[in-house]
């Protein structure tokens, strides 16, 4: 009998392996332990895997198929899977998940509903949102994730600081992952949060409003810090037409320009640099303020142009730096 049931046995084993690797394949090689047992692979097995070093475990609910380094698609469904049945990645997670580049995150966030079981892991951050919506879902492939405008606004929401929150929303829309049309859409279901003022702002500049937001705040900052009044909008003539300067200081010869979000577009660049350099040849000091710095970054960039007025001798700013 035993010699009968032997190879019946190993083919089994060997069915098993095989509904596992092909699940692996479409899950960037990670799997949950519900997943593992429900293709029929006992506990045993598993813990016979991890000790010959054939699998690994990342957190305590999800195993890779494999030992080498992981992918950040794997990291990626490993975070999701480790959240359960209901999970999806939210905030920057998801925006990693869609493409974003270049933004780094100290452990995946992944949001549940109200009601779900929710535990400490050191991989992943999971936790309940009172703000769950069955129709936030993203379409498309890889691991389920909250959609982008509605990611990017928790993400800022979330974020350790408000430089942090304004960095996220602006390399979204950078770099295409989510227009800030959406965003701003998707900010009109929040109703309360400690950071949302901040987040309506940056957002705002994102849309386009930058002239009139951002140019109030640089006149606010000027009184706040005692600095004199600058002439805004002044009209200068060049070669291709009229221009606009955004903030003048005539007598000490100092331009400043408040650069918005569109001044990263590759079609400004040239203009911008030309108008520039045409305010250069008479004469003038140009400092450029970008309106993110003007959110984040604001005491620095003033220094800057406190210096720049110093050094052309406005009264009571002391001797130039």
Not at 64 to 92: F, K, N, Y
Not at 188 to 201: E, M, S
Not at 224 to 236: I, M, S
């Amino acid at each position: 009998m035993k010699s009968l049931e032997t190879p019946r046995t190993a083919s089994l084993r060997a069915a098993r392996r095989q509904r596992v690797e092909r699940l692996a394949r479409t899950q960037s090689g990670a799997l949950s332990r519900r997943q593992l047992y429900a293709a029929g692979i006992t506990r045993a097995e598993v813990r016979a895997n991890l000790r010959a070093r054939r699998w690994q475990r990342v957190g305590r609910h999800v195993v890779v198929v494999h030992t080498g380094p992981l992918a950040l698609a794997t990291t990626l469904w490993a975070a999701q899977l480790s959240g359960g049945p209901r999970a999806r990645l939210d905030g920057a997670s998801s925006l990693i998940a869609a493409g974003l580049d270049g933004f780094q995150v100290d452990r995946h966030r992944v949001s549940v509903p109200r009601g779900a079981r929710v535990f400490r892991d050191r991989v992943v951050d999971v936790r309940q949102t009172r703000r769950w919506r069955t129709d936030d879902i993203a379409a498309g492939g890889g691991p389920p994730r909250t959609r982008s405008e509605v990611a990017a606004v928790r993400g800022a929401l979330w974020a350790r600081s408000d430089r942090q929150a304004a960095l996220l929303l602006t390399m979204v829309v950078q770099q295409g992952v989510a227009p800030a049309d959406r965003i701003g859409q998707a900010l009109l279901q929040v109703k309360r949060d400690p950071r949302l003022a901040f987040v309506i702002d940056v957002v705002t500049d994102l849309l386009g409003g930058v002239r009139s937001l951002a140019e109030l705040d640089f006149a606010r900052e000027c009184r706040r810090r005692g600095l004199p009044e600058p002439t805004r909008q002044v009209v200068r003539r060049g070669r291709d037409g009229r221009y606009y300067l955004d903030v003048v200081w005539e007598e000490w010869g100092l331009v400043v320009e408040v650069d918005g979000i569109q001044h990263a577009l590759a079609q400004e660049v040239v203009a911008d640099a030309l108008r520039h350099n045409d305010v250069t040849l008479a004469e003038l000091t140009v400092l450029r303020l970008p309106v993110l710095g003007l959110r984040v970054a604001a005491d620095e960039f003033f220094d800057q142009i406190e210096r720049a007025l110093a050094a052309a001798g406005c009264p009571g700013l002391g001797p130039a730096a």
